[in-house]
Nanobody
């Protein structure tokens, strides 16, 4: 099994930046993809960004050019650098890991390990 722990959330003003971290432990050698999802109050969970073992990255259209996912899975830590934050970015952010290769990274069902979440609040 893989265990995930997020950190780095907090309160920031619009236009500011935050960096989230996700530390993986356990059977990390089995991780093929790590991703970030978020869920705002009253809304469904949505994909934010993902990185494969190969280093290939993926982003939701809503965060392209503002967010950056980094760090290889082999390093057991994945970061989400969030710049130019907007109030609509307010949500609980979750880190996820997929321990088998899946052709898509966008669906939460493709991941089999999740962190506890970290709150990001962007004030206007």
């Amino acid at each position: 099994q893989v265990q995930l722990v997020e950190s780095g959330g907090g309160l920031v003003q619009a236009g500011g930046s935050l960096r989230l971290s996700c530390a993986a432990s356990g059977r990390t050698f089995r991780v093929y993809t790590m991703g970030w999802f978020r869920q705002a109050p009253g809304k469904e969970r949505e994909f934010v960004a993902a990185i494969r073992r190969s280093g290939t990255t993926y982003y939701a259209d809503s965060v392209k050019g503002r967010f950056s996912i980094s760090s290889g899975i082999a390093e057991n830590t994945v970061y989400l650098q969030m710049n130019s934050l907007k109030p609509e970015d307010t949500a609980v952010y979750y880190c996820a890991a997929a321990t088998t290769y899946r052709p898509t990274v966008l669906a939460g069902s493709m991941y089999d390990a999740w962190g506890q979440g970290t709150q990001v609040t962007v004030s206007s």
